[in-house]
């Protein structure tokens, strides 16, 4: 894959055919009651190869909807999602999602939860470890290869679980709120840590999160989608900051700050409504 990365950048992201599509893509849930909530209405969304894409909107807009889309988990009521072409069926191959919540298995060592992928494909137990403890290298844990997850902080939990996504060269990345337990300082470290790691091999990333001065940060174009029910695409914003990044620094940069005010604008009226409506759901309740 890195022996396209020069050809492949010379082209603008815009003008490449899309590593993710979705069009037109409606997504609709029976829930207990037995009514239908939609929580994805007329959805239009493209993120070319190597694009690093954020999506921000209030809470229950259908932003961790769209990742399970993406990645194969649910498919669409209506609409077409489409990955390097090819419309989505099944579990998506070449596809890493890292959760909100790790899924390191607490019964093994940290070696042995970064081997996992490259075991699972059937690589000899001696080259998916040498892989591993090179990736754990990659994100600052070596000499912890045989710690438990317990035995970490919840910074070092994050590492494993970034080394356990990218040691598999996923061309496509999809990242659900993945630093949002983490205090102020590990996350904007972890922030430019990621950005490092995605440099190496540059997947197509969609990075869900609810904090805007994050998205800027990190992404190439930060997608804001309207409040739910139906959420869709609402605005898109192109970042134009240069890389590489420094995520503790940029945010100091006259640009990131018009950036913010103008995304802000289109976002601030959809966290409004989303208010209105959990307040209003509050009062009925009661």
């Given at each position: 894959?890195?022996?396209?990365?020069?050809?492949?950048?010379?082209?603008?992201?815009?003008?490449?055919?899309?590593?993710?599509?979705?069009?037109?893509?409606?997504?609709?849930?029976?829930?207990?009651?037995?009514?239908?909530?939609?929580?994805?209405?007329?959805?239009?969304?493209?993120?070319?190869?190597?694009?690093?894409?954020?999506?921000?909107?209030?809470?229950?807009?259908?932003?961790?909807?769209?990742?399970?889309?993406?990645?194969?988990?649910?498919?669409?009521?209506?609409g077409t999602v489409e990955?390097?072409?090819?419309?989505?069926?099944?579990?998506?191959?070449?596809?890493?999602?890292?959760?909100?919540?790790?899924?390191?298995?607490?019964?093994?060592?940290?070696?042995?939860?970064?081997?996992?992928?490259?075991?699972?494909?059937?690589?000899?137990?001696?080259?998916?470890?040498?892989?591993?403890?090179?990736?754990?290298?990659?994100?600052?844990?070596?000499?912890?290869?045989?710690?438990?997850?317990?035995?970490?902080?919840?910074?070092?939990?994050?590492?494993?679980?970034?080394?356990?996504?990218?040691?598999n060269e996923p061309a496509?990345?999809?990242?659900?709120?993945?630093?949002?337990?983490?205090?102020?300082?590990?996350?904007?470290?972890?922030?430019?840590?990621?950005?490092?790691?995605?440099?190496?091999?540059?997947?197509?990333?969609?990075?869900?999160?609810?904090?805007?001065?994050?998205?800027?940060?990190?992404?190439?174009?930060?997608?804001?989608?309207?409040?739910?029910?139906?959420?869709?695409?609402?605005d898109t914003f192109e970042?134009?900051?240069?890389?590489?990044?420094?995520?503790?620094?940029?945010?100091?940069?006259?640009?990131?700050?018009?950036?913010?005010?103008?995304?802000?604008?289109?976002?601030?009226?959809?966290?409004?409504?989303?208010?209105?409506?959990?307040?209003?759901?509050?009062?009925?309740?009661?």
């Open positions: 894959m890195s022996g396209v990365l020069p050809r492949l950048f010379e082209t603008p992201l815009a003008d490449l055919e899309p590593a993710i599509e979705l069009r037109g893509v409606t997504k609709s849930f029976t829930t207990p009651s037995g009514s239908t909530y939609t929580a994805l209405k007329d959805l239009d969304l493209r993120v070319a190869p190597g694009e690093f894409c954020a999506i921000v909107g209030p809470t229950g807009c259908g932003k961790s909807t769209t990742l399970t889309l993406v990645s194969g988990l649910e498919q669409p009521t209506t990955v390097h072409g090819e419309v989505v069926t099944e579990i998506t191959p070449g596809v890493g999602f890292m959760f909100q919540t790790d899924a390191i298995l607490p019964w093994k060592t940290v070696l042995d939860n970064v081997a996992l992928g490259p075991r699972f494909r059937g690589t000899a137990r001696s080259i998916a470890e040498t892989a591993a403890k090179d990736w754990l290298r990659r994100v600052g844990l070596s000499g912890f290869e045989d710690r438990f997850p317990h035995q970490l902080s919840g910074g070092m939990r994050k590492r494993v679980a970034l080394a356990q996504s990218l040691i496509i990345l999809l990242m659900d709120e993945p630093f949002s337990a983490l205090d102020v300082q590990t996350r904007a470290i972890m922030s430019n840590e990621l950005l490092q790691l995605w440099d190496l091999t540059r997947p197509a990333v969609i990075f869900v999160t609810h904090d805007l001065e994050e998205a800027i940060a990190l992404a190439d174009k930060v997608v804001v989608m309207t409040a739910g029910p139906g959420g869709t695409v609402k970042i134009d900051l240069p890389r590489p990044r420094v995520v503790q620094e940029i945010r100091f940069e006259p640009r990131f700050v018009d950036l913010y005010q103008q995304i802000w604008e289109a976002l601030r009226s959809e966290v409004d409504i989303a208010y209105s409506q959990t307040t209003v759901a509050k009062e009925r309740v009661a």
